[in-house]
């Protein structure tokens, strides 16, 4: 099992930047390909961007690509999410997820959840 910790969430203006930090337990994180999803009300959990369980390979939604940054310390079991120019469609509740050793961008493919942090993104 391993459990999973959002943080870093909360409220910033359109242009601004948020760094969110996903922390493991249980055991170690670093068997595990790490993805960033989001959910805004009334739409469907979507992917954000992936790193592999080496940290050597990332992934990214074409909507944040160039904004987004994704990079982990195995050796801290953390996963951090750096997003810098943000839009207010960038709102919504973000989640951290783990699975194999490959990142993919399918929600149901992810073994472990956290339970989400707000971002709200205000024009």
């Known amino acids: 099992q391993v459990q999973l910790v959002e943080s870093g969430g909360g409220l910033v203006q359109a242009g601004g930047s948020l760094r969110l930090s996903c922390a493991a337990s249980?055991?170690?994180?670093?068997?595990?390909?790490m993805g960033w999803f989001r959910q805004a009300p009334g739409k469907e959990r979507e992917f954000v961007g992936g790193?592999?369980?080496?940290?050597?390979?990332?992934r990214y939604a074409d909507s944040v690509k160039g904004r987004f940054t994704i990079s982990r310390d195995n050796a801290k079991n953390t996963v951090a999410l750096q997003m810098d120019g943000l839009k207010p469609e960038d709102t919504g509740v973000y989640y951290c997820?783990?699975?194999?050793?490959?990142?993919?961008?399918?929600?149901?493919?992810?073994?472990?959840w956290g339970q989400g942090t707000q971002v709200t993104v205000s024009s």
């Open positions: 997820a783990a699975r194999g050793l490959v990142v993919t961008t399918t929600p149901t493919d992810y073994t472990y």
């Open positions: 790193i592999s369980w080496r940290g050597d390979s990332t």
């Open positions: 249980g055991r170690t994180m670093r068997n595990y390909a």
